[in-house]
């Protein structure tokens, strides 16, 4: 390898503290467009990177952000992280966005995405068992906004494909890990439909749907969504 094909990180200066990696971590969240992961810090800082360092500098990002009364605070999503607005400020920004006040999912759709994230992988049939009635609107609503997929065919009469949450449904309602982030489930509908809960994840455009959207995905909710 040559010296212009080296890593990045290898030309960059060492970091002395805490202190100047949550800087520097602030500055690579604020700069992305994406959720910025372990796996992105790495490739630009370098291997030597561990969790338990980054979630100490982000801890520290925060202190600091706190002691200036920022309206920033920086959260793990997704497997990453990202910048968003504190609670106290949403309904100002609220008023930025007043298309997404309608954005709401409705019902049947909260009631079958709540199902397929706290049971996932499951079947359409399982999905209609649990609710008593037809889920067909709600899960084709639900693929179009890109928050669930199909996952793998399940081993039971006919191979169904099941459904599963997505990488998408992550980021957009500011989850980190499932279960483990996921509110109860008599707390889901409180929630998004609370008065204080705007955008943080832009929705992503709509596209013509594949033929079998497969996703990586797997395994706080803030946001209001379209009627399904």
């Known amino acids: 390898m040559n010296e212009e094909e080296e890593p990045l990180a290898e030309n960059l200066p060492p970091i002395e503290s805490v202190?100047?990696?949550?800087?520097?971590?602030?500055?690579?969240?604020?700069?992305?467009?994406?959720?910025?992961?372990?796996?992105?810090?790495?490739?630009?800082?370098?291997?030597?990177?561990?969790?338990s360092q980054v979630s100490s500098a982000i801890r520290h990002?925060?202190?600091q952000?706190?002691?200036?009364?920022?309206?920033?605070?920086?959260?793990?999503?997704?497997?990453?992280?990202?910048?968003?607005?504190?609670?106290?400020?949403?309904?100002?920004?609220?008023?930025?966005?007043?298309?997404?006040?309608?954005?709401?999912?409705?019902?049947?759709?909260?009631e079958t995405l709540s199902?397929?994230?706290?049971?996932?992988?499951i079947?359409?049939?399982?999905?209609?068992?649990?609710?008593?009635?037809?889920?067909?609107?709600p899960i084709h609503s639900?693929?179009?906004?890109?928050?669930?997929?199909?996952g793998?065919?399940?081993?039971?009469?006919?191979n169904p494909y099941t459904y599963i949450t997505t990488i998408e449904f992550l980021k957009y309602f500011g989850i980190n890990r499932i279960p483990d982030d996921l509110p109860r489930l008599t707390e889901f509908g409180d929630i998004l439909n609370s008065d204080f809960l705007i955008p943080q994840y832009p929705m992503p455009e709509k596209q013509p749907p594949e033929p079998v959207p497969l996703s990586e995905s797997t395994s706080q909710l803030e946001i209001p969504l379209e009627e399904a």
């Open 65 to 110: 952000l706190a002691k200036i009364k920022s309206p920033f605070e920086i959260v793990e999503v997704a497997g990453g992280y990202r910048f968003r607005t504190k609670n106290a400020y949403y309904p100002y920004i609220r008023k930025l966005f007043p298309d997404n006040n309608t954005r709401r999912l409705s019902l049947p759709a909260l």
């Open 19 to 51: 202190e100047e990696l949550a800087c520097i971590i602030q500055a690579l969240v604020f700069a992305s467009t994406e959720i910025v992961t372990l796996k992105k810090l790495k490739e630009v800082l370098g291997d030597f990177l561990e969790q």
């Open 152 to 158: 793998k065919r399940a081993e039971t009469i006919g």
């Open 142 to 150: 639900l693929l179009d906004k890109k928050f669930i997929a199909l």
């Open 115 to 121: 199902i397929i994230a706290y049971k996932q992988p």
């Open 123 to 137: 079947t359409k049939a399982e999905i209609e068992s649990v609710r008593g009635v037809s889920c067909d609107g």
């Open 61 to 63: 990002a925060n202190e």
